[in-house]
């Protein structure tokens, strides 16, 4: 006896991502960073916090300045930076927060990588990533907008369907930056005390 194959398309699983995301108050993960620019990687990890309307905490545990914390807050459009004894208000434009190609604070949490899925996705193959069931889905990008990358591959925690790993590509296939959410624990009951610094 034949069992019939269930299918899923790339648009139901981004439907569905998009509806974890929108019940998505708050986060806490570590986030792994690799960054690729002119032969070279940046790599970093953070502690992250997120929490609606779109405040972040980014601690760096590992990589270039270790020990900074940096925490943006979506009212005032600015971020809270500390590293040891100093305490500093900047734009999230200042080039000292952004990554080598450019990201800006606010473009390294999950409900902006959330975002940039539409029904262009694909759905590639599943597979397993830390311990997790996970949908591989391609997405195209406009690299206008995206620091040169042309497309992204998402692994989706098929449970939570939540993105847990991202990787964007230039139009030579070569990887620009890869984003990592490890130990990811959501809707704790973040407040806004868990972004002060």
């Given at each position: 006896?034949l069992?019939?194959?269930?299918?899923?398309?790339g648009g139901?699983?981004?439907?569905?991502?998009?509806?974890a995301?929108?019940?998505?108050?708050?986060?806490?993960?570590?986030?792994?960073?690799?960054?690729?620019?002119?032969?070279?990687?940046e790599?970093?990890?953070?502690?992250?916090?997120?929490?609606?309307p779109?405040?972040?905490?980014?601690?760096?545990?590992?990589g270039?300045?270790r020990?900074?914390?940096?925490?943006?807050?979506?009212?005032?459009?600015?971020?809270?930076?500390?590293?040891?004894?100093?305490?500093?208000?900047?734009?999230?434009?200042?080039?000292?927060?952004?990554?080598?190609?450019?990201?800006?604070?606010?473009?390294?949490?999950?409900p902006w990588?959330?975002?940039?899925?539409?029904?262009?996705a694909?759905?590639?193959?599943?597979?397993?990533?830390?311990?997790?069931?996970?949908y591989?889905?391609?997405?195209?990008?406009?690299?206008?907008?995206?620091?040169?990358?042309?497309?992204?591959?998402?692994?989706?925690?098929?449970?939570?369907?939540?993105?847990?790993?991202i990787?964007?590509?230039?139009?030579?296939?070569?990887?620009?930056?890869?984003?990592?959410?490890?130990?990811?624990?959501?809707?704790?009951?973040?407040?806004?005390?868990?972004?002060?610094?």
């Amino acid at each position: 006896m034949l069992l019939p194959l269930i299918t899923v398309s790339g648009g139901e699983i981004v439907a569905k991502v998009k509806e974890a995301e929108g019940n998505l108050k708050d986060y806490t993960a570590r986030m792994e960073s690799k960054t690729y620019k002119d032969g070279k990687m940046e790599y970093k990890l953070y502690v992250q916090k997120y929490m609606r309307p779109g405040f972040i905490y980014m601690k760096v545990v590992r990589g270039a300045n270790r020990g900074g914390v940096a925490v943006y807050h979506p009212e005032k459009k600015k971020v809270r930076v500390k590293k040891g004894p100093l305490r500093l208000w900047l734009s999230p434009n200042d080039r000292r927060l952004r990554s080598p190609l450019g990201h800006r604070i606010y473009e390294s949490h999950i409900p902006w990588f959330v975002n940039r899925l539409d029904g262009r996705a694909k759905l590639l193959s599943e597979g397993t990533l830390f311990g997790r069931k996970v949908y591989i889905l391609e997405q195209p990008l406009s690299p206008s907008k995206n620091y040169g990358a042309v497309k992204a591959k998402y692994w989706i925690d098929a449970q939570r369907f939540l993105p847990l790993m991202i990787i964007d590509y230039d139009e030579n296939g070569r990887i620009v930056r890869a984003v990592k959410f490890m130990n990811l624990k959501v809707n704790v009951g973040l407040t806004e005390e868990d972004f002060k610094i």
